[in-house]
């Protein structure tokens, strides 16, 4: 899973075992969600691209670094929302898209029914959000959509991960790097992830 960065930290190990509990209620969880988010933001910008430049301070001038590009989050809807608000504590100038998407419970396979995008997607590193990769079917959707608003410099940020999504989101973009706190076990037969921690959304919201 070269495509895979698992952030291995032990606050996001403590957070992601609180958040597994089914004992965990909503207040709680969307605080551990953030908390993690957090966390996970600081390593995926590890990668964003930067360029050296002079300024002065009050004493003298001095190099610095500025990053090249802006930032673009853009949040799958509903879950994405518990993730989103931490991330632009530490990033307070990205842009912020949407991306509305919901399961057909048959095919497992996304429906859109919504999306706003900023401007110029192509002109920014942009970093698609959400909770759960299970069988890959939205990331799939959100990446040719993203594809067709521009968006070249594309990365993931998810909570879990299946091998199974993982899988079939790199052979159709196998240059995508996905950012993850855990890979887990497989899918059941409806799609949900083994051992996972049930529906994020409904968990973060209180609709179990």
């Known amino acids: 899973m070269q495509n895979v960065i698992i952030v291995d930290h032990p606050l996001v190990r403590h957070n992601l075992t ?39 301070t009050p004493l003298e ?44 419970e048959v095919t497992l396979e996304p429906i859109f029914y919504y999306q706003n995008f900023p401007r110029n997607l192509g002109e920014h590193e942009v970093v698609l959000i959400d909770p759960m990769l299970a069988t890959g079917g939205t990331v799939s959707a959100s990446m040719a959509l993203l594809s067709k608003y521009g968006a070249i410099r594309v990365k993931v940020l998810t909570l879990l991960a299946a091998p199974e999504g993982i899988q079939r989101v790199t052979e159709e973009y196998p240059d995508l790097m996905i950012y993850t706190a855990a890979v887990d076990r497989c899918l059941n037969d409806k799609g949900y992830i083994l051992p996972g921690l049930g529906d994020a959304g409904d968990r973060l919201f209180g609709t179990t």
Do not use: W
């Open 18 to 56: 609180c958040l597994r509990n089914r004992e965990t209620q909503p207040l709680e969880f969307r605080r551990l969600l953030g908390e993690i988010s957090l966390l996970m933001s600081y390593e995926i910008a590890r990668s964003f691209e930067t360029r050296d430049i002079q300024i002065h």
């Open 61 to 104: 001038p001095t190099a610095g670094t500025c990053l090249t590009r802006d930032v673009a989050l853009v949040a799958v809807l509903r879950a994405g929302l518990g993730m989103l608000e931490p991330i632009l504590d530490i990033l307070p100038n990205a842009r912020v898209g949407f991306i509305g998407l919901k399961r057909d």
